[in-house]
């Protein structure tokens, strides 16, 4: 049962840190000061910068080299900071926060990053306050828990008491100004406290409170603990009852990306985090049907696709599993039996081959194909222009194609491209009762996916790049 009052208590006298402090020595020493002493279920709320500065955290902005992006990405934030009114970031400050991220989510009059360790926050929560030196900063511990742990331990080795730590740190938040403690590194108590199944006042089951119980403590404490010059960067707390969890970790309270709806990123990173995420997938699929108008959807996007003249060639048939697929697979099946024989392969890979194509074909939820019409490519009266007419028929059927991919990676849709009706294509228009002007060209397997798809090698870009010799001079 939790108390109805709980002791806060700021330590005074914590002297400037630096490089290789036992911050925890110098903690015990300041609750002698104080006349207090640590008890067992006691929590301690410790300033990153203290932490930071202890480990030797410290970087100074002259000694960091500015890369490309840097530099644009400061050109591009420069006039949006004079017309804010704040701080103005330099080059170098840019680099290293880029430097401290996995991830840049938004880059306006402020970076909003996710740092390589995983936190949402602003400048990769880079601090100029609270550190001597004009161009001195402090970053965010590497590993918070860790170094929680490490002053932990050597506290209950100093004491004998088991107590709790947190590192605190201020974080803005969307949609509220003001900056609010956060915690960024735990030791000894869980993250979250699991409401889930108790009962309110009125004896209904809570079905979904999750409360963020560390972040609540440090609030509480950063307002002791000030944010300018009051000098108390470390808070005793007393009276807070939690059950002790030696594996716990900050991460816990970090939301999966999936499921965060306020998670912010400019229509560049999203554009490109959906290139680089897309994959063909060969695994089987969910057993959930995706509803046939997201199908639709994605289709009406790939129109958007650029084409030859404009003549947007392209036609999509989508197929649901259906007597018509089992029959059309069936005969594709049979004529790859008859080309693979001729081919002088064994029965053991064609049988294998087949089974493939079966389970590829059959077992998807949607089937869809891709067909150029030859009826929206010009005429000429030369085979060569001819020929090329329907190579540039091709290609955008191929831009197409692409789109349509993009579009169901977007829709969180698993598809898989294959050029099988290039090698059955009567097959597949008499199966299909087709017009004769349509040529199939592809089949897409479309569903959710039931497994992650592992990315593929890449060649480096030194290899796709061909350079003809006068590109050498600079």
Same mark, same amino acid.
């Given at each position: 049962? !939790? ?12 002297p400037?840190i ?13 609750l ?12 301690? /709320? ?16 002259n000694? /960091?080299?500015v890369?490309? #992006? ?16 704040i ?6 400050? %840019? ?6 991220s ?7 009059h ?6 390589n360790?995983?936190? &949402? ?9 609270? /550190? ?14 860790? $170094? ?5 331990n050597e506290?209950?080795?100093l ?5 709790? !730590?947190? &590192? ?7 949609? #509220? ?8 590194g ?10 889930r ?13 999750? %409360?963020?119980q %560390? ?14 010059? $009051? ?5 005793l ?15 816990? =309270?970090? #939301? ?22 897309? #994959?063909s997938?060969?695994?089987?699929f ?9 199908i639709r ?23 649901d599993?259906?007597? =018509? ?26 049988a $294998? ?45 191929g ?27 009567? %097959? /597949? ?35 796709? =790049?061909?350079?003809?010799?006068? $590109?050498? &001079?600079e």
């Amino acid at each position: 049962m !939790v108390k109805s009052e709980i002791l806060m208590v700021g330590l005074p006298n914590i002297p400037k840190i630096i490089p290789g402090d036992n911050l925890a020595q110098i903690i015990r020493d300041s609750l002698k000061q104080k006349k207090l002493t640590l008890e067992n279920g006691d929590i301690l /709320v410790i300033a990153q910068s203290i932490v930071s500065k202890s480990i030797g955290s410290i970087i100074n902005l002259n000694d /960091v080299k500015v890369g490309e #992006r840097a530099m644009d990405i400061y050109r591009n934030m420069e006039p949006l900071i004079l017309r804010e009114g704040i701080t103005k970031k330099t080059p170098q400050l %840019v680099q290293l926060i880029l430097d401290e991220s996995k991830e840049i989510l938004k880059a306006e009059h402020v970076l909003i990053v996710e740092t390589n360790y995983g936190f &949402i926050c602003a400048n990769a929560g880079i601090d100029k306050s609270n /550190v001597e030196g004009s161009e001195n900063v402090t970053l965010l511990p590497k590993y918070p828990d860790e $170094e929680a742990k490490k002053i932990r331990n050597e506290l209950k080795k100093l004491t004998g008491k088991n107590v709790a !730590v947190i &590192i605190s740190d201020s974080f803005g938040r969307p949609f #509220r100004r003001g900056a609010v403690g956060v915690a960024v590194g735990i030791s000894g108590i869980s993250a979250l406290l699991d409401k889930r199944g108790e009962k309110d006042l009125y004896g209904k089951m809570l079905q979904s409170t999750i %409360v963020g119980q %560390v972040d609540n403590l440090t609030s509480a404490a950063q307002l002791i603990m000030g944010e300018a010059n $009051e000098g108390l960067p470390v808070i005793l707390i007393r009276g807070y009852k939690f059950d002790f969890d030696e594996k716990a970790s900050i991460k816990e =309270i970090f #939301r999966p990306e999936e499921t965060d709806l306020f998670r912010m990123i400019s229509e560049k990173d999203l554009f490109f985090k959906v290139l680089k995420s897309r #994959r063909s997938y060969k695994l089987r699929f969910s057993s959930k049907i995706p509803e046939r108008e997201i199908i639709r959807d994605c289709i009406a996007l790939a129109q958007w696709a650029p084409s030859a003249h404009n003549a947007q060639h392209w036609r999509y048939v989508i197929l649901d599993k259906s007597s =018509i697929r089992e029959r059309l697979i069936l005969e594709m099946n049979s004529k790859l039996r008859e080309d693979l024989s001729r081919d002088g392969r064994s029965e053991e890979f064609i049988a $294998e081959k087949i089974r493939k194509t079966k389970r590829n074909f059959l077992e998807a939820p949607y089937l869809v194909i891709l067909c150029l019409d030859e009826t929206e490519l010009e005429s000429y009266s030369d085979r060569e222009r001819t020929k090329n007419e329907l190579i540039l028929g091709i290609q955008s059927i191929g831009a197409s194609a692409s789109y349509f991919l993009l579009a169901l990676e977007i829709n969180s849709l698993a598809a898989c491209w294959y050029s099988a009706p290039l090698f059955a294509q009567e %097959v /597949v228009k008499k199966n299909l009762n087709l017009p004769k002007s349509f040529n199939p060209m592809a089949f897409f397997t479309v569903g959710y996916a039931l497994e992650k798809a592992k990315p593929t090698t890449r060649k480096s870009i030194e290899e796709v =790049i061909y350079k003809t010799g006068e $590109e050498d &001079i600079e």
